[in-house]
């Protein structure tokens, strides 16, 4: 969280990058997060807008939380497709903020800035000329596209994963998400019951080599609502644009979005995602950078 407020708070600063950005943080603990991230002002940053969510979604969480909990004793599947990832489920709320065009979405174990020395890059280098076109031409080909949608693909579990997002935030989708929320999740039939998972997503109205990649994730190989995340939100988020959009809001991050051929420059902006056990916050994982 500190890492965060510092990078977003000084990326937000950084006029030679990026105009009206607003750091935000999702959380149910506005005092302690406020705490933490008021060192990004003495730092020259920007103080992140602290933002919650509502009691319906929170009544809808639990209730779900508390369904998959009961569903099952096998505390494996759990852990995998559930408990770790539960608490991901409130960054539906984002999808109704439709005050915002777009919105970045991190979880807090990404770093922006790892490879540019922990902060944004200075004018007239590279990493500058990369930030920049990521932040005004991608994003300004993503709010003149149809896409609600813009994630990376995964091989290994889930066909998505929900660690860094481009979500344009849209009341209806927001609300149908409810409803699929009040329907609920099981096991064996998945979100609202609707079935295994090979015959639910779109992966037609995807780029073959997005759906291929796709089609290698746990998920398609096995069929199943075992995979990482599941019952969380990355099966949330699958569920909701991959299946109720048909996959025609979403596109994987990379060379496959409809702006890729317009990228002047040999490099892409890389965020560092943390995967796995391999936490900067975990001893047994911390650099230099991190202690």
Avoid at 146 to 156: N, P, Q
Avoid at 212 to 217: G, Q, V, Y
């Amino acid at each position: 969280m500190l890492k965060f407020c510092y990078s977003a708070g000084l990326l937000a600063r950084a006029s030679h990058l990026v105009v009206n950005l607003e750091p935000i943080v999702l959380t149910d603990a506005p005092r302690r997060a406020r705490s933490m991230c008021a060192a990004s002002e003495l730092a020259g940053g920007v103080a992140p807008r602290i933002l919650g969510w509502s009691q319906r979604l929170q009544r809808l969480l639990m209730r779900h939380a508390a369904a998959v909990s009961a569903s099952t004793n096998d505390t494996a599947w759990l852990t995998r497709s559930a408990s770790s990832t539960l608490g991901g489920l409130y960054k539906w709320a984002l999808v109704g903020r439709t005050e915002y065009d777009a919105i970045v979405v991190l979880d807090v174990d990404v770093d922006l800035f790892l490879y540019t020395g922990g902060a944004p890059p200075a004018a007239g280098t590279l990493h500058a000329d990369i930030v920049r076109f990521a932040w005004g031409g991608a994003m300004a080909a993503f709010l003149n596209s149809s896409l609600e949608l813009v994630a990376t693909t995964e091989t290994v579990s889930s066909p998505i994963n929900s660690g860094v997002m481009l979500l344009k935030p849209k009341l209806a989708t927001y609300r149908r998400g409810l409803r699929v929320l009040e329907h609920g999740f099981t096991r064996q039939y998945g979100w609202e019951g609707a079935g295994a998972p090979r015959k639910l997503l779109r992966l037609d109205n995807l780029p073959k080599a997005v759906a291929a990649r796709m089609k290698s994730a746990e998920m398609l190989r096995c069929d199943c609502w075992d995979s990482v995340g599941a019952a969380g939100d990355q099966g949330f988020f699958i569920y909701n644009y991959l299946v109720l959009h048909e996959a025609r809001t979403f596109a994987a991050a990379g060379p496959y979005t409809p702006w890729a051929d317009k990228w002047p420059l040999s490099q892409r902006w890389v965020a560092h995602h943390f995967f796995y056990a391999h936490k900067p916050w975990a001893p047994w994982a911390r650099c230099l950078e991190y202690t």
